[in-house]
């Protein structure tokens, strides 16, 4: 056997061309897709000879060269050329990356792992990109520094693993309270459906990180550990970056005539059919008391009454619902733009009438 055979697998069907030796027992068998995989040379058998590696040989000399054959031992593995070691070719064959059922969808998640989950007052900590997909994913793990950002890790992490990167100890926590992800999803050497870019940004509590329980037993990793969802079964996940200050001096905030309300769910022309519906989503409006709720808190019930609003209304079509959320800082009508763009994409939105409910409302067409 040598370079330039044609050989069968004795084991399992296939087979292909010598392209080498990686040891004295392993031949390396390059296949029509390139790739070389190494067998043992036991398990191969030669179909076919390299005819440019032997020479010709006469009928009329068939007799002669036997006999010289007989009296020429073999030469065999052991006595190959001592400067020649088959063990210092490069392997290029590579497993392909393993797919899953179910792995079609985007789950992405960055992860945080205690070292010693025993000293969690003193330990450091790892940070990991989980890819739990079919998907090839290249990331950026960026850290803001007011209005800057900076760059922590990129990398391309393949489908269904996790990436280390980085370790990290408490005295760097106040860095990366702010963290941005952005992630870009793909196949190799196939085709494959065609996933949007992702832009999340995420609010890393310092907090947690000094309590046990926030570090939950997981399916990725053996020790307990904390997940933030990037993207999860395709929907991305985007925990808004929240001010508290300011959602708050826009909760309280007094009425005038560019920031109008009315009581929640509300229709202002009852007999008349093409009529809004009006919903203020002002803090005062629709809870009785926000006494031992946080700003986060507040905003996240606002959330849930424009959700149940829209599906509410979302099986009657051409239904127009004008959502009054105040101008102030921006804060809830941001949250609310953001739930129209990835929730609810099929409804067309804009601002409501400047002259009715001032510059903080929002119309929502069900279609």
Known sequence: MQKGDRVRFLSETGGGVVA??????????????????????????????????IAKVHTSDVTKNVEKTKSIPQKSLDDEDEDYDPSERPVTFKAKAEERKGGEKLSAYLAFVPVDIKEVSSTTFEAYFVNDSNYYMYYTYLSA????????????????????????????????????IQVIAYKKDKGFLLKPTIDVQLRIDSVKFYKLHTFQDNDFFETPALLYTIVENDQVARPLVIDAEKLKQQMYQKKTADNLSSPARVNKHVDDKNA????????????????????????????EQFNKTIEQYKSKRGTKIVFIHGKGEGVLRHAIIHELNYRYKQYSYQDASFQEYGYGATQVTIK
């Open 276 to 303: 809004p519906i009006v919903v203020d989503l002002h803090a005062g409006e629709i809870l009785e008391s926000t006494a031992g709720m946080s700003a986060g808190d507040i905003l996240k019930y606002q959330i």
């Open 145 to 180: 520094e007011g209005n800057e950002w900076n760059v922590r890790s990129t990398g391309e992490v393949e489908p269904n693993t996790k990436l280390f990167i980085e370790e990290f100890g408490r005295d760097i926590l106040g860095s990366i309270e702010r963290v941005s």
């Open 20 to 53: 080498g030796f990686q040891d004295k027992y392993t031949v390396l068998v390059e296949d029509e897709d390139g790739f070389q995989i190494p067998t043992p040379i036991n398990d191969v058998v030669v179909i076919e000879t390299d005819d440019y590696n």
